[in-house]
């Protein structure tokens, strides 16, 4: 009997048994019962952490056959390797946080067990998500952790904005579900498999494909296939439809507009789920299939565009929210982008660690948001605050802390232990930058359009982060003099979960970067990550890690790859590539921004009308983000309403009954009356001579057709 | 002699079990006490109802037994017809003849499982004719059971068409008031809505017959296996092919012969809704599966790009069309029509995973749908009323309801963990090996079912409860928690495990795709 399944059941207990437990014991037992649960669950994955990720004992756990349908298989699984160990961490630990967090938080609002059992389904999903072997369980979490979502969000059910929010992120997120699924059957044509390691390896071993129907194949690489009439390369297309779902799972650019409305949520459920964990797992799929992206350009560049993008426009749109939450939300979506794009210029092991550090100082900022949000009387206009610091010392400390992990406070170009000397953003987004200016100097596409909107990403995220600071916690108090004097306490309960995320927040960059991107990095990620260079190839290929398929993947890329041998270690070898500039750039982006938000809002009336002043066209233009949900209003939401109502009225009313049975029955309209009166009649005497009619017509039919009985 | 336990009639068992119930309950009737009238004295009227709702309960349960039985002796290993009677009947090669195989088995337990929940739906939400409504519905149960079980043409006609005179009864005598002035005059409109559905079903049911007539004139037989068999030429199976599509395609309902649906399943009592959409809507699909595919082999892949064609439409049309409803039952109705424009487009892809997928699919749907058609009748038995702008807020005096409907509500957008997936993905991954359009198209299917859903469940439960009305509604009972419950233990079950189900079907499909492709071969195509 194996015990990894319980890292991801244990949640799943918890989820089934807090409600009939808070019924029977009261909340507070309910409470205890989840918390407790994931405890054991992040203490579990800490330790499988060690065992997997850092001792190199990947495996895999099936546990029964899911579907099976001819050559369609999937199972339910564990996968144990570097990449879900990770996940495992970042979401049990953030997950226990929160639930910790949560027994102080809920006081308030009641509903505890209810929305505990919610906490620890999502949880369930997101692990079943992490861990999955092949495609389709994958896409089982991805659905569960969606409908999560769907609930939290819309956990004040009272409330029209959030119903409008919960239903806003379902049917956004099953937008790109769409192509998620068109990505799982497209798989499944050219391999024939839906499991990873068969598709990987296939990959990697550039093997012969044959898909369903076709007489012959080609090697995969290589393959093309007609998909929507347009002969395409099949990777790219499998590489291009996958991501469609990590763009509405992690809320990229154009389907992004459901994460700000998710805000609607309870705060804890912004941390673990709008900003640590799931967001995160289009992140995860695109790392997850990083062969695929590999040997799919294209793709790769469109993750890279998209993601760069991304990372600018929510950066423009912080910068004059005055919600708090909404505030740390366009940063989420922000910092996304930069993972997609580290990972689309092919640094997925930089993608990981931004991701493992985010979920630090990202939880902690939502966390700390929501101390403030409940101290200020559930007020949440940083406007409205001002001078929360004398209030509320301690959160401001951490809200700092988080800040200056963010924005990426260090020395650029001092190592410590061999690792940068920063707060944990710092190490990570400068993995992110420089893996960007490297692959644009290797002429990878968009390469160097994703380090310069890194750069002016980096800019505004100082700025608004500082800003959130300034505008909350400093200055004058602008609250009303009744919050002023008895600002609502706040439980120890809710300050504790945040020491471990504050330290995170310092430190997880500098402890963790030496196995994460740094020298270790081919013997951390064994295989489950792809990296392309020659050198460690050969390695990976002679040290006996890894699965088959993995090693295959390192011998293949042997051919291809030997000019960006250079780049092998990152920061280590490499470091001659990239110029010292570069390696100061996102030092400088940090301190423009913040410098210019200390101009602004440490001088004077922090209120006064900045460089974009209300009533300009940019201010409007930010303010309204994009215009995107106005757009998507008209060509979207209206038309569908309006082609529905018009099927159903013209279509299926005037149209086809109209033609049809309305039609012939007026022409039996005095049939009908008839029918009427088999009511006053015994019915079932009407029942059993219309079967005997029927018998004795279809007898007569079949003796004159047949000839003779 | 001896007869061993399995050679026993199991089959014809569970057909006719619920036919001896109804006729209990016939003659419990004529011996009752009348008055010089004829009508039946007041007390004993009451005790007659109450006594017909206890046998019909009683015999569907045992029926639902019986049944069990004939799947314990069922090999789901082998893929061809099991627990086979057959009985000289008319004579000239048609026969009395039974049997099962792995593609009708499960559908023969839906029916029995089905069927007494509807009973306990009607218990008291039925007021008038009790004694004609549960005769009603257990010849109903023999009819429907019996199509799933025929292995010849003739027989399985007159269970295929029998059925809906019990149903178009239901509509048209226990169906809900309100009237419809059509053609001139005014009428009830459940008496509309049953005529329309008369008047589709007879148009295909017409075409059907004389299909069948030409088969047995040209086979000289009606014997289902051997028809499998026999090979039509070219030709006749084009006109075979749509003489049979015309009728059940009816009954799926496909697009555009599907606007009967949404009236009739209005217009139904709760339980006729159930049945309909669990039970009656699967006759069509099995149609094709029984039919269409082994005895047309040729023609099947000919019109394969119309039934394409008319299931995407129906995906993306009657999607649309939900999201405008303001009726929950019509909602759920257009509902049902997408969802088995999944399971034609599976069907015919004559794909192992399409066929499947399309099999499974109705399985889930019959659980799924049914389950929605039974919440409905939750709060429309206390208010009376089907319209979504009447509710609101329901969850905070019906917590127990709330979270059985958002179960049935996510199963029927189709997400994993629950039944309605496991079909979804497998008719769109076989779909997507014939022609990655359909595909295409059907995922829109995934955007829009959520769409619809979600706003339905929305309106319903969620926001403040403001509406008057609605202070005092108690949450479900016992009675109703039962009947959702356990279908909700079946789609939770089969959604996490669906493979027992698949492996039921598989080895018969293989048999009847081995066969078509080979026909196909045979005839170059």
């Known amino acids: 009997m194996t015990l990894e399944p319980f890292v991801v059941l244990l949640p799943l207990f918890g989820a089934m048994l807090a409600m009939p437990v808070g019924r029977a014991f009261g909340y507070r037992a309910a409470e205890f019962l989840t918390t407790g649960f994931m405890l054991i669950a992040a203490i579990y994955s800490w330790l499988l952490f060690f065992d997997v990720a850092l001792g190199g004992n990947a495996r895999t756990i099936t546990l029964f056959t899911w579907i099976a349908s001819g050559g369609f298989q999937a199972d339910w699984a564990v996968r144990l390797d570097t990449l879900s160990a990770v996940m495992l961490v970042v979401v049990n630990s953030v997950s226990f946080l929160v639930h910790w967090y949560s027994m102080g938080y809920m006081k308030d609002y009641g509903e505890q067990p209810r929305f505990f059992a919610y906490l620890s389904m999502f949880t369930f999903a997101m692990l079943t998500l992490v861990t999955a072997d092949n495609f389709v369980q994958l896409f089982f979490g991805w659905e569960g952790v969606g409908l999560a979502s769907y609930l939290l969000i ?76 347009m002969k395409l390369h099949a990777l790219t297309v499998i590489g291009v439809l996958l991501f469609i779902g990590a763009m509405g799972k992690s809320a990229q650019f154009l389907l992004h507009t459901w994460l700000p409305d998710a805000m609607e949520g309870p705060t804890p459920v912004s941390a673990l789920i709008h900003a640590a964990t799931m967001v995160t797992a289009g992140v995860f799929l695109v790392c997850r299939c990083s062969v695929i992206y590999e040997y799919a350009p294209d793709a790769a560049a469109l993750v890279t565009l998209v993601g760069a993008v991304t990372a600018f426009f929510a950066a423009t749109i912080g910068l004059l929210q005055d919600d708090i939450k909404k505030i740390v939300a366009y940063s989420t979506c922000s910092q996304l982008g930069y993972m997609f794009f580290a990972a689309g210029v092919g640094a997925y092991d930089a993608a990981m660690f931004h991701l493992f550090t985010h979920a630090f100082f990202k939880a902690l900022l939502f966390l700390g948001s929501g101390a403030v949000i409940i101290a200020m009387h559930h007020e949440q206009n940083i406007k409205k605050m001002g001078g929360v610091k004398g209030l509320m010392p301690f959160t401001h400390i951490l809200m700092v802390i988080g800040t200056i992990a963010i924005t990426g406070v260090g020395i650029p170009g001092f190592y410590l232990f061999g690792a940068p000397f920063g707060t944990a953003g710092f190490v990570s987004k400068d993995m992110v930058i420089e893996g960007a200016y490297h692959a644009g100097h290797m002429g990878r596409a968009f390469g160097t359009f994703a380090f310069v909107m890194g750069l002016a990403a980096a800019v505004m995220t100082a700025f608004y982060s500082w800003r959130l600071i300034f505008l909350t916690f400093w200055g004058p108090s602008r609250a009303p003099a009744e919050v002023r004097k008895h600002p609502h306490a706040v439980p120890d309960t809710m300050m504790a979960p945040l020491v471990p995320l504050a330290l995170g927040a310092l430190v997880a960059g500098m402890v963790f970067y030496g196995d994460f991107t740094g020298k270790n990095k081919e013997d951390f990620w064994n295989g489950s990550l792809y990296f392309s260079s020659a050198h460690h190839a050969e390695k990976a290929g002679a040290d006996d890690h890894g699965t088959p398929g993995a090693q295959d993947a390192h011998a293949a890329a042997a051919d291809d790859h030997d000019a960006e041998d250079a780049y092998a270690d990152g920061h280590g070898e490499g470091e001659d590539e990239i110029p010292g500039w570069v390696l100061w750039s996102p030092f400088w982006a940090m301190v423009i921004g913040s410098v210019a938000a200390g101009w602004h809002y440490l001088r004077g009336d922090p209120l006064k009308p900045g460089l974009l002043r209300p009533g300009g066209m940019i201010y409007a233009f930010l303010k309204n983000k994009w215009y995107f949900d106005e757009l998507y209003d008209f060509l979207l939401v209206k038309p569908s309403l309006a082609i529905g109502r018009f099927l159903w009225i013209d279509g299926d009313g005037k149209t086809i009954d109209g033609v049809g049975p309305d039609g012939i029955s007026a022409a039996v309209a005095a049939g009908a009356k008839r029918i009427v009166k088999i009511q006053s009649g015994y019915v079932y005497h009407y029942a059993f001579a219309m079967l005997i009619g029927i018998a004795l017509f279809v007898t007569f039919m079949l003796i004159r057709a047949g000839g003779a009985p | 002699m001896t007869e061993s336990f399995a050679d026993q009639p199991w089959l014809s068992m569970t057909i006719f079990a619920p036919l001896v119930g109804a006729l209990w309950i016939m003659l419990s009737r004529l011996i009752a006490k009348k008055d010089d009238n004829g009508a039946i004295v007041g007390r004993d009227l009451e005790q007659i109802e109450n006594n017909a709702r206890w046998v019909a309960l009683a015999v569907s349960i045992g029926t639902f037994f019986v049944s069990l039985g004939v799947y314990a002796l069922f090999d789901p290993s082998q893929g061809g017809f099991q627990l086979v009677e057959e009985v000289a009947w008319i004579g000239g090669g048609v026969s009395y003849k039974l049997g099962v195989d792995g593609i009708s088995i499960l559908f023969v337990l839906l029916t029995t499982f089905i069927t007494p929940i509807c009973i306990l739906a009607s218990w008291d939400a039925i007021k008038t004719r009790v004694a004609d409504y549960m005769i009603a519905f257990l010849v109903m149960e023999t009819l429907m059971i019996g199509v799933f079980c025929a292995l010849d043409l003739f027989l399985f006609y007159i269970f295929f068409e029998g059925g809906l005179i019990p149903m178009f009864l239901l509509i048209g005598v226990w169906g809900s008031k309100g009237t419809k002035t059509f053609a001139g005059f005014t009428m009830p409109s459940r008496v509309y809505a049953a005529v329309k559905f008369f008047l589709y079903t007879l148009i295909g049911s017409l075409l059907l017959l004389i299909a069948m007539a030409w088969m047995y004139a040209e086979a000289g037989t009606t014997d289902i296996p051997t028809l499998q068999q026999y090979g039509f030429s070219a030709d006749a199976q084009k006109w075979l092919w749509l003489a049979f599509f015309a009728s059940f395609a009816v009954k799926m309902p496909m697009w555009p012969v599907h606007t009967w649906l949404p009236d009739a399943h209005v217009q139904a009592p709760t339980a006729g809704s159930v049945i309909l959409a669990a039970i009656l809507l699967k006759m069509g699909g099995y149609g094709f599966v029984r039919f269409s595919l082994p005895m047309f082999p040729l023609a099947s892949a000919d019109f394969a790009p119309l039934i394409y064609a008319l299931s995407i439409v129906a995906i993306i049309y009657t999607s ?134 979600l706003r339905l469940f929305r309106q319903v439960m969620y926001g403040e409860l403001t509406k008057e009305a609605l202070t005092a509604i108690p949450d479900v009972d016992r009675r109703e928690l039962f009947s959702l419950g356990a279908l909700m233990v079946f789609a939770l079950y089969l959604g996490f495990n669906p493979g027992p189900a698949l492996a039921v079907f598989s080895p018969s499909v293989d048999i009847l795709l081995n066969n078509y492709h080979a026909a196909l071969a045979a005839g170059a195509r």
């Open chain 1, 154 to 229: 819309g956990f004040w059910f009272k409330k029209k904005s959030a119903n409008d929010a919960a239903i806003k992120a379902f049917i956004v997120n099953r937008v790109g579900d769409f192509g998620f699924a068109l990505g799982i059957m497209c798989i499944f044509y050219v391999f024939g498999t839906v499991e990873f390691d068969a598709v990987f390896s296939a990959v990697a071993a550039n093997s012969e494909a044959i898909p369903f129907g076709q007489t012959s194949g080609a090697p995969i690489q290589e393959l093309t296939i007609n998909f929507l009439d």
């Open chain 2, 320 to 453: 649309l069309v939900a999201l405008a409803q303001e009726d929950m039952k019509k909602l759920i109705a257009y509902a049902s029509v997408a969802h088995m424009g999944f399971v034609t487009m599976g069907i015919f892809t004559a794909t192992e995973q399409g066929v499947e997928g399309a099999l499974f699919q109705m399985l889930s749907h019959g659980f799924i749908s049914g389950a929605l058609f039974l919440c409905v009748g939750v709060v429309y038995d206390r208010m009376h009323t089907r319209e979504i702008a009447a509710y609101g807020g329901l969850v905070h005096r019906m917590p127990l309801y709330a979270f059985l409907f958002l179960f049935f509500t996510l199963g029927n957008v189709g997400l994993p963990g629950t039944s309605g997936f496991v079909g979804e993905i497998l008719a769109m991954i076989g779909a997507f090996k014939v022609n990655s359009w359909i595909a295409f198209f059907a995922a829109f299917g995934v955007i829009l079912s959520a769409a619809y859903s």
